[in-house]
Every structure is written in structure tokens, then in C-alpha cells.
């Protein structure tokens, strides 16, 4: 007798003809259930719907549970892993020798709003090209989950101890520096997060996104202000992201009288529809307001509260070229005899 062979079905695939699968990376070490494995589907998710070339991002980091994320997806770009809290110089370097490739960093609260502070203030201040994000769990949870700047005051560790230092806010310190894209998220959000990813793939400029992200092991207990409990109950979207990419028809389903819509450097729109209230989030005056209102009234705002795809990179500033760095023949990175000797003829 017989028998047909079954065939299966060739994989759904991107614009660039790729499929979901390739842009996984290694299994999970980290806990079941980990906000930051959501984090790591989000971004793989994202950067298959966006089409990009797995091979054309960099994934840095620095130290934490966090930080060892970027093993968990796109195995095949390019990635480093830096000391705690050194991330962004690192970023700097690599986006400066190569401005053709997607910088993406992820850090922690530990990460950046202890250890890393210093750094994370100036790569802010420079705009660089690049998407930070900060996975959130307000602990270190490496080290078994001692408070970081970033946890509430009042908020309760299980052992008992309350922290009673008031949190940095990393959005309101990143929207004052010179970020020009800054947003915040929550793991448990799949449909806000995996939006504002796509369009922070679109932006050219630093994207600061913070992403409440629970510790399941050290930091989702009843009395911590990071919980996926407490997020559940206190999440406040300032408004409904959605994003539309320059590749598809941008001109369907939008009413200006309900939405605002932010057209990005490469004409794709991102667009936020109003919930409770009219907000610009083109007014970084608007933005730290609001940041500020949440804070007195314990608000777990989420959204995109600042945006300006106009704003000049650090690319821009120092004039770079068009050309990467790092692909440049010696006879352009060299001065020459003649150019040598006018530097050495300004000089006198
Ligand atoms: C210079 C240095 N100091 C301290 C440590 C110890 N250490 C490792 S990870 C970490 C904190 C990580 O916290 P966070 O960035 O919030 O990441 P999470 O594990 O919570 O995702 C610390 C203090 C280290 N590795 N290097
Ligand atoms: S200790 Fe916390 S932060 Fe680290 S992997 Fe486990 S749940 Fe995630
Ligand atoms: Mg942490």
C-alpha cells in the first residue's frame, strides 16, 4: 500500500524572507517566569515584524540577570557582554565605528541607577543612535535581590526590610539629558511593549525604554511596588501605542481628532491614542510634568512620554561619516603628508 508524504508547510516570513525562528537565540537560564524572558520574546518578535537583518544589530550589555539576557535571542548578530554598569561606553564606541548597524543595549536597575549612573548620565546627554533598555525588577536579582535605586520607598523586601531611599527615575533624568525617544513599559504589557520596540527600531537618537520587569525569585511578593500583582493593579497607560512601519500603507485607520501621530525619521508613524487626556509627547516640558504628577499620585505610568525624531544625534554633531568607521581604508583614516602638514601650520 501506498502512502502520500505529508508536506509542511514552508514557515511564515518576513520582508527580508527570513522566519521568527531565526531571530531566537539560546535557551533560557534565567527563572520561569522572569520578566525579562518576556522582554527577550518582545524583541524577537519586534525585530522579525521590522524586518531586520539579525546580522546588522549589536547586542551589548553589561552584568546581571538582565544583561545576560541578549544569549536568549538573535544568536546570530553581533553581541558583548561589558563589566556592571559599562554598557553605554561601550555603545558609544561601537556606534561610533559603525553607524550601519542597530545598537542594542540591555542593562538592569542595578545596572544602570547604581553601578552604571555616571555612564548612563552621558550617554544620555550625546543623543548617540542606539536602544537602551532597562529591565526593571528593582533589585539586583544576580545577587539575590538586594533593593537598587530604582525600588519604591516603603516598598518591602521578603526578609522584611523597607526601603526608605526615595527612586531615581531613570525616564525623567534620560527625558532632561537629551534622550529624544523615552518611554516606559511593563513586561506584562505584550501589546504596548512589542509597539513601542518597533517603533524605537525606527527612531534615530537614543531610545531610553525602562520595562517594569517582576523578579519572580526575589521581588514578586505582596509589598513589592514591582510585582506582577502590582503592576496589574497599578498600571496606567497614558495613552494606546500602536506603530505603523514606513513599508506598509501608513495612510489607513487613523483619526486625528482621537490620536496623536508622530511621523519618524524614515516616515513610519507612531501613533498614541488618547485615554484619559490630550498629551504632546513632543513637549519635553509636557513630559516632565506628567512624570511628575504620577510620582505624587503613585501612578505606574506607562506610554511613550517624550519624542523627537528631529532631535541631532551625536552622528550628527561630530560630523561622521556616512561610511562606517570601521569599514573605511587606511588611506582615508590616515591624514596624509599635505594634511599633516596644515594641522601642524594651525598649530603655529
Ligand atoms: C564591579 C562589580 N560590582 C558588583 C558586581 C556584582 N553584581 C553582579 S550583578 C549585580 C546587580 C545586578 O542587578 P541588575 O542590574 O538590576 O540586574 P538583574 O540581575 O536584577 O536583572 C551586582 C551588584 C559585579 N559583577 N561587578
Ligand atoms: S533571580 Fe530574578 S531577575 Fe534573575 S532570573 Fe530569576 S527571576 Fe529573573
Ligand atoms: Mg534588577
Known sequence: MSTTPTQTPAPKTNRIGLAVLEYRGGKTTLC???????????????FYEMGIQPEHVAKLSGIGCSSNSPAYFMSRSHSFNSVHGRMPSLATGAALA?????????????????????????LMRRNIP???????NGVYG????????TADVGSRLKTGVINDLPPIDTCGLAIELGASFVARSFSGDKRQLQAILKAAIAHNGTVM??????????????????????MKDHEEPLHDVSFVPAFEDISIDYDPGTS??????????LRLRKLEEDYDPTSK??????????????????????????????????????????????????????ALKQIMEELQ
Do not use: W
Not at 509589598?223 to 506582577?228: P, V
Not at 496623536?260 to 508613524?269: C, E, I, L, P
Open 32 to 46: 520561569a517566569g522572569c520578566g525579562h524572558n518576556a522582554i527577550s520574546e518582545r524583541i524577537i518578535d519586534a
Open 98 to 122: 559603525n553607524r550601519k548597524l542597530v545598537m542594542l543595549g540591555i542593562s538592569g536597575d542595578g545596572d544602570t541607577a547604581s553601578i552604571g549612573i555616571g555612564q548612563f548620565i552621558h
Open 130 to 136: 542606539m536602544i537602551y533598555i532597562i529591565e526593571d
Open 142 to 149: 544576580l545577587t539575590k535581590g538586594q533593593f537598587s535605586a
Open 209 to 230: 525604554l525602562d520595562v517594569i520587569s517582576p523578579c519572580v525569585t526575589f521581588n514578586d511578593h505582596e509589598g513589592s511596588t514591582k510585582s506582577y500583582k502590582y
Open 260 to 269: 496623536v501621530a508622530v511621523t519618524m525619521h524614515d516616515g513610519s508613524q
Open 285 to 338: 516640558l509636557n513630559a516632565i510634568k506628567r512624570l511628575a504628577e504620577a510620582k505624587e499620585k503613585n501612578e505606574e505610568l506607562t506610554g511613550v512620554f517624550y519624542v523627537n525624531p528631529q532631535a541631532q544625534t551625536f552622528l550628527d554633531m561630530i560630523n561622521m561619516t556616512d561610511d562606517p568607521l570601521a569599514t573605511l581604508p587606511q588611506e582615508r583614516v590616515r591624514p596624509g603628508r599635505d
